[in-house]
């Protein structure tokens, strides 16, 4: 317990000496007895002119930048489904047609020749059109390395002396300065 006495008591004492410190430091509000107010702080005077550039050099900086292009292709189409179709409907036409001829056992022999010539003539026309080309396209982008203007370096001469400033722009022959003139308080 007496532990936390002796804390609060130290706290009392710091809080009571900062309240101190700030009446030491700002003193008492103005109009109480004996103290007035600060005398008012001197407007700067502000003009512009022009001052003559002596040199603007142009600033790059580096930057990625993404340049997107399309990139296509020729592929072969997918026909595989045409072979199927081929061999199928050659076997059916090449099995009509071979129906056509024989009696009796030649009859299922024919018909099954048919079907089976019918089939490879059908497998051999879809496979011509298996030269069939899509195009394929899709975004590639590259990353590249650019040089970009960032403004200017430039020295002018006011009054007899050389400043140095950045700017965003070229200033051409003068730059606009701001010349501020103000009394230093005694």
Request: proline letters at 5%; one cysteine or more.
């Amino acid at each position: 317990m007496t532990k936390y006495v002796r804390c609060l008591a130290v706290l009392a004492a710091v809080a009571g000496a900062t309240q101190l410190g700030a009446c030491a430091t700002y003193g008492q509000p103005y109009g109480e007895a004996g103290y007035t107010q600060p005398p008012p702080q001197p407007q700067e005077q502000v003009q512009y002119v022009d001052a003559t550039v002596l040199s603007a050099t142009p600033v790059y900086q580096q930057v990625q930048v993404a340049r997107p292009r399309r990139e296509c292709r020729q592929v072969p189409a997918d026909n595989t489904g045409n072979h199927v179709a081929g061999t199928v409907i050659g076997g059916a036409l090449g099995g009509l047609v071979g129906n056509q001829f024989g009696r009796g056992s030649g009859n299922a022999a024919m018909t099954a020749l048919g079907a089976v010539a019918g089939a490879v003539v059908g497998n051999s026309v879809a496979s011509q059109n298996d030269q069939q080309y899509v195009t394929q396209c899709r975004t590639v982008t590259d990353y590249v390395t650019e040089h970009q203007a960032d403004g200017y370096d430039v020295s002018y001469r006011y009054n007899g002396h050389v400043y140095h400033t950045h700017t965003a722009h070229d200033p051409g022959s003068t730059i606009r300065v701001r010349v501020g003139v103000a009394p230093v308080g005694g």
